[in-house]
């Protein structure tokens, strides 16, 4: 097994089968998904049973409440965009499940079918980013914590009522708010992670919304510059596994006309402390 980082965020894992991993091959992959935040594994042939054993090696699986599953496959959620369709999922950045108290570890996606063109997926490091900021506004942001929702989103009233044709469901679920801080203590490689995301932090705790805009807007600025980024080209049988405390994600949807078929399982995760806490 060799693994090659791939740029500013993330690394190519060469010569494994996932199907095949044992426990060396996790303690290596372990270690380098703290280092590098997000892993990339091509040529990889992984039926729903192959990738759910490849999860649960990892961890607990986070059975997702919004996403449609794959048919007998509970654990596993399809992220499908048909030919016909405009909108996509995860059509700009954000970080999975920061609105659950204790936001999921990361996401297993598995590229099943992707168009000829387009259809890429960009990933950023929160904890880069956070290491360019001067250090006056870090010891800013370490007092700081952020208020995360998932109602304006998923909820009836969300960004994707109405939009994702039966891909999306069970709004009445999308009741829950968490609180973070907005620097946490990575789990795995200790790094201050920037904590917030333009889906679903809603404002910094005691702050207005109309107070938070200014600094979140900047932040998120921040995260997005090019230094700081990684565009994954998928093919068929590529597997990328991302951290959700030290990344963001977007998919981006230009493959109008074309079918993109992933399953993704995510992992269950811990409570997030702050840079300062044990």
């Known amino acids: 097994m060799r693994i090659e980082r791939a740029g500013n965020v993330g690394a190519f894992v060469q010569d494994v ?15 380098a998904l703290a280092e590098h935040e997000v892993l990339f594994f091509r040529n990889q042939h992984l039926e729903p049973d192959d990738h759910l054993q490849l999860a649960q090696e990892w961890g607990s699986i986070n059975i997702n ?14 992220v499908l965009k048909e030919p016909h369709q405009q909108g996509n999922i995860g059509g700009g950045w954000h970080t999975d499940h920061s609105y659950d108290v204790e936001p999921a570890l990361g996401s297993m ?12 997926t960009l990933f950023a490091s929160v904890s880069s980013a956070y ?9 800013m942001l370490l007092r700081l ?3 995360h929702s998932s109602r304006h989103v998923f909820g009836e009233a969300g960004g994707y009522s109405g939009q994702t044709e039966g ?31 333009p889906a679903f932090t809603l404002r910094f705790e005691g702050w207005s919304a109309d107070e938070s805009a200014p600094l979140l807007r900047y932040l998120y600025d921040v995260v997005g510059r090019p230094e700081h980024t990684y565009r994954l080209q998928w093919q068929p049988g590529t597997l990328a596994f991302w951290d959700n405390r030290s990344t963001w994600h977007w998919a981006v ?12 399982i995510t992992l269950d995760g811990e409570p997030l402390s702050g840079l300062g806490s044990s």
């Open 17 to 31: 089968d996932l199907r095949l991993v044992g426990a060396a091959d996790l303690n290596a992959l372990r270690s």
């Open 65 to 78: 409440r919004f996403f449609r599953a794959v048919e007998g496959y509970p654990a596993i959620a399809e």
């Open 109 to 120: 996606l598995y590229a099943r079918e992707v168009p000829e063109h387009g259809g890429d």
């Open 131 to 139: 290491a360019s900021l001067s250090e006056g506004l870090q010891r």
């Open 145 to 147: 914590r952020a208020v």
């Open 167 to 197: 891909r999306i469901g069970n709004a009445e679920a999308a009741v829950q708010d968490a609180v973070h801080p907005v620097v946490i203590k990575h789990p795995a490689s200790g790094r201050p992670c920037l904590y917030v995301n």
């Open 253 to 264: 949807n230009d493959y109008q006309g074309s079918r993109r078929l992933m399953h993704r």
